[in-house]
């Protein structure tokens, strides 16, 4: 029986003579997904007493105006409820088994599995920044749930694991897949 080894706070992995597993946790600390639910929670209420009113204007485009609102509305409830179900219980998880790599990003059971042939990998490194700065620093990022630590190539298409990784986290990581890989054996 293989034991858990733990990586930091929020990544472990299990290696055995057949398979390799990593599971990443979307954050160390809940505080975040509690602040994104108090957003949540308050934006569909607010959206609530607008859809309950709606019904009492009589002014055209005034009701124009609101549905073109709820469109938005819609929109951001289904960003923030993604990203606060990511930030409660998303996490990674990463296998290494029969000549694959698995990788799923599961949010209470639920996430499609992406399989890739070890062979086919390549270029496995520490992933570019493509988040500009000024979108930072106004908040954008605050919602993010794309992965932005870890790159490979995959034919011709760059795959990106690991959300939000430490420096270290992204070496040991990356140093673990590359021991899996068949050119590295």
Request: with cysteine; aromatic share 14%.
């Amino acid at each position: 029986m293989s034991e858990i080894t733990s990586i930091s706070k929020r990544a472990s992995f299990v290696k055995n003579e057949n398979e390799l597993s990593i599971v990443i946790s979307s954050a160390e600390d809940r505080t975040k997904a509690k602040n994104i639910g108090i957003i949540f929670g308050l934006w569909i209420i607010g959206g609530v007493l607008i859809g309950i009113n709606y019904f009492r204007i009589e002014d055209h485009n005034t009701k124009m105006f609101i549905l073109i609102w709820f469109a938005f509305w819609a929109y951001f409830s289904y960003v923030i409820g993604k990203s606060f179900l990511w930030q409660l219980s998303g996490k990674e998880l990463i296998k290494i088994k029969d000549g694959k790599l698995f990788y799923k990003r599961d949010v209470k059971g639920g996430g499609w599995v992406l399989d890739f042939e070890l062979e086919r990998i390549n270029n496995i490194r520490k992933y570019g920044e493509k988040t500009p700065e000024w979108l930072k620093k106004v908040g954008g990022d605050y919602w993010n749930i794309d992965c932005d630590s870890i790159a490979f190539n995959c034919e011709d298409k760059e795959i990106a694991i690991g959300f939000k990784l430490s420096e270290m986290e992204i070496n040991k990581i990356i140093k673990l897949i590359r021991s899996e890989l068949p050119t590295s054996k």
